[in-house]
Structure formats: structure tokens, C-alpha cells
């Protein structure tokens, strides 16, 4: 296949975890790509993705503000090519309790998950429904169906994705574009180093691996599904949130996220990996 004729794609957040592995799926399933993060390593998953054999072009942007989305938007106009799917899977995460954060952090939180994802697929799903075409994959997490105690602003953004997911769906239906919404809970990445959440129960427990979790939502993609949850562990913890109150789930998740609640080992992210090898 050639480069006339593979579709195109976009990944945010592709420079490690989740976001990279779905950039993998893509390559292998023969998509050139889009991919964006706010550091330096987008272009590292770069240089490795071009190696199988598609074109890859990095962007280094911050999706939380209104200029870091124009100039993915700006990157993407500048192929002349229509955007075949796009994988917003760019967030960010915060722990310990909200007044404990510092403001502009959890506001960061908000802009990355929520404002830099409603802007990006405001642009890229207009022309998406124009053409009558396109596949659209957003991360939500089960997180969003829990009161996250010790998350509450991340929790609360993640409940907007899987909303807003399924309501895109639904006033996109019979236009030949599709919205899924993958729901992952713990990961094995570096999201829990980064949200300081390295003591908690849950940063310091068993994770599931990103590329099954990549693998899980890839697929519902291309199946045009309409969620799907990680896991079945996490399936199980999806059906409990519906049926038990939010003043217990709340305080379920406290006993995950509080500070000190876990192991102050090393994070196992940091420790044995056992994730596919790289190309």
C-alpha cells in the first residue's frame, strides 16, 4: 500500500502508554499518522513508528491550551489529507485532595482533558461529517463513574469524556461516522508518577498493560462500538458504580487515591516490564 492510498490518522498523547501503543495498532494496520504530545520524546515514537514502513509526522504541542490545538489542527491542513480516524487519547491526571493542588495544576487538568479534546474533535469531526466518513476513539477511563476522592477534578473530566462520547454518538449516527469510548481503569504507564499518586493503593498495585488496553479500544474502533471497558476486572467495577451509592463509591475511592495508602516501593512501572517488545 502506498502513501496515495493508506489512511490517515491522529494520535494525541502518543508518546508513551496507551497513546503510543494505539499509534502501533495504526501503523500496523497500515495508517500514516498524526501523533502529538506536550514533550520532546513525540518525536522518539516518531523516529520508531516511520520505521514500519508508514509516514509519521510528530507534533509537539500543549492540548491544553487553544494554541497547542491549532497547531495540531494546523499539521493535520497541511497534509491536504481528510483525517480517516482520529484517537484522542490525550489527558492528564492530578491526585491528593483538591484543596492540596496547586490551582493552575488542576486547571491544567481540565484544559488537557476536556478543553484540548472538545477543540480538537470540533475541528476534525466537522469535515469527518461533511465527508460522511471517519472513526473517532476518545480515552474516558471508569474513573468518570465514580466520585474520585483525592482525583476529583481528573475523575469529574473523565466523566465528562464518557458522556459527551456517547451524546457525540448518538447525533452522529447514520452519518457513516463513529464515536467510541474507551474505558480503562489502572494502567501500566507513567500516569501515576506524573500525578504524584506513586504512594497511593492504587499507583502502587497491579495494572493492567497498555498495549491490551491499546488493543481493546483499537478494536472497538474499527468495529465502530460504542464503549468499551478494559478489562474484566474493570467490567465488574463498571457494573458495581451503577448500582451502589455515590457516598460509598466515594469512599471506595478513597481507600485507592489517598495519599500513603499504598506500598512506598517502587512503582512497578518503574520495576519489571512486561510490556510486547518495542520494534
Do not use: W
Amino acid at each position: 500500500m502506498n502513501a496515495a492510498t493508506r489512511p490517515l490518522a491522529v494520535v494525541t498523547g502518543a508518546s508513551s502508554g496507551i497513546g503510543l501503543e494505539l499509534a502501533r495498532l495504526c501503523a500496523e494496520q497500515h495508517f500514516d499518522l498524526i501523533i502529538a504530545a506536550d514533550e520532546p520524546l513525540i518525536d522518539d515514537a516518531a523516529r520508531e513508528l516511520s520505521q514500519t514502513g508508514v509516514g509519521c509526522t510528530a507534533v509537539q504541542c500543549d492540548l491544553a491550551t487553544a494554541e497547542g490545538v491549532e497547531k495540531l489542527t494546523s499539521a493535520i491542513a497541511a497534509t491536504g489529507r481528510p483525517v480517516d480516524a482520529l484517537l484522542a487519547n490525550a489527558g492528564r491526571g492530578l491526585g491528593k485532595g483538591f484543596l492540596d493542588q496547586d490551582l493552575d495544576e488542576a486547571l491544567k487538568v481540565i484544559h488537557t482533558n476536556i478543553d484540548g479534546t472538545v477543540r480538537l474533535i470540533y475541528d476534525v469531526a466537522y469535515d469527518m461529517r461533511k465527508r460522511r466518513e471517519g472513526r473517532i476513539l476518545i480515552t474516558g477511563s471508569i474513573a468518570g463513574l465514580m466520585p474520585g476522592t483525592f482525583q476529583a477534578v481528573y475523575n469529574a473530566s473523565k466523566a465528562f469524556l464518557d458522556s459527551f462520547s456517547v451524546a457525540l454518538s448518538n447525533e452522529l449516527k447514520d452519518t457513516g461516522v463513529t464515536v467510541t469510548c474507551l474505558m480503562p481503569g489502572a494502567t501500566e504507564t507513567d500516569f501515576f508518577e506524573r500525578a504524584d499518586m506513586a504512594d497511593t493503593k492504587v499507583g502502587s498495585g497491579e495494572k493492567a498493560h497498555a498495549a491490551d488496553v491499546a488493543k481493546t479500544g483499537f478494536d472497538a474502533m474499527m468495529k465502530g462500538e460504542l464503549k468499551v471497558v478494559a478489562g474484566f476486572g474493570n467490567k465488574l467495577r463498571a457494573a458495581m458504580s451503577h448500582i451502589t451509592p455515590d457516598s460509598t463509591l466515594a469512599n471506595m475511592h478513597r481507600g485507592m487515591a489517598e495519599p500513603g495508602s499504598g506500598t512506598i516501593d517502587e512503582p512497578k512501572s518503574k520495576r519489571e516490564r512486561t510490556d510486547r517488545p518495542r520494534a
